[in-house]
């Protein structure tokens, strides 16, 4: 079975603009969460959806969103691009009722 | 909130030796997991370990244990017979029984495996 996959993998952008970030969960996972990991320190969490419905929310600004979709894919958007924005980002998916959460490769996002 | 602190940012072992990475975490809860991640340079999470804080003995896996001391909320990873396989970047999480599936991680510790 293919893992969770996330793209595209590297990504340049500039301060100001828009980008959105894509991960596809393992089959037969119905949550998915992103995480935030700046160079040097552990990953922060961003969001968690289930079943397309938000469960949780980190101490993002608003600029960040995200959605789920019918096949469970989800996406991760953020606007007005900061130099601090600069991170990998992952996603992870799990399956329901199992404690263990499955990661992609990530999302090497530069800003400049 | 929940917090996970990892003391050691970098640690280095012999091929074939032991090592134990710390990992301290503050919560007012009382069931909560507790877990050991891996991350290569190829970036990827790979969960090493996982323990449910409602489970007095502690997890093994191959090569892998922990030693789990509740009341002092430590939660330790030792790996023995060192493999250079093993180098990686090592982050302890928390995450709570009830609620969402946010995992609180701590800043890690670089693990280095000395042929």
């Known amino acids: 079975d293919a893992g969770v996959t996330q793209s595209p993998t590297h990504l340049i952008k500039t301060r100001g603009q828009h980008v959105t970030l894509r991960c596809s969960p393992i089959s037969g996972h119905k949550s998915v969460s992103w995480y935030q990991q700046v160079l040097g320190q552990g990953p922060q969490f961003i969001f968690q959806y289930y079943e397309k419905e938000e469960r949780g929310r980190g101490n993002f600004p608003d600029r960040f969103s995200a959605r789920q979709f019918p096949n469970y894919s989800s996406e991760l958007n953020v606007n007005a691009l900061l130099l601090g924005d600069s991170a990998l980002y992952l996603c992870?998916?799990?399956?329901?009722?199992?404690?263990?959460?499955?990661f992609g490769q990530g999302t090497r996002l530069t800003v400049v | 909130a929940q917090t996970v602190t990892q003391s050691q940012p970098e640690m280095s072992v012999q091929e074939a030796e032991t090592v134990t990475l710390s990992c301290t975490y503050d919560?007012?809860?009382?069931?909560?997991?507790l877990f050991w991640y891996k991350q290569p340079p190829s970036r990827q999470m790979i969960l090493v370990i996982r323990?449910?804080?409602?489970?007095?003995q502690n997890a093994t896996e191959n090569r892998f244990s922990v030693n789990f001391q509740k009341a002092a909320k430590s939660f330790s990873l030792k790996i023995s017979d060192s493999q250079l396989g093993d180098a990686a970047m090592y982050f302890c999480?928390?995450?709570?029984?009830?609620?969402?599936?946010?995992?609180?991680f701590g800043t890690g510790t670089r693990l280095t495996i000395i042929p």
């Open positions: 919560t007012s809860e009382s069931d909560y997991y």
């Open positions: 323990q449910e804080a409602y489970k007095q």
């Open positions: 992870a998916s799990s399956r329901q009722g199992d404690t263990e959460a499955f």
């Open positions: 999480a928390y995450r709570s029984l009830f609620g969402n599936e946010k995992l609180t």
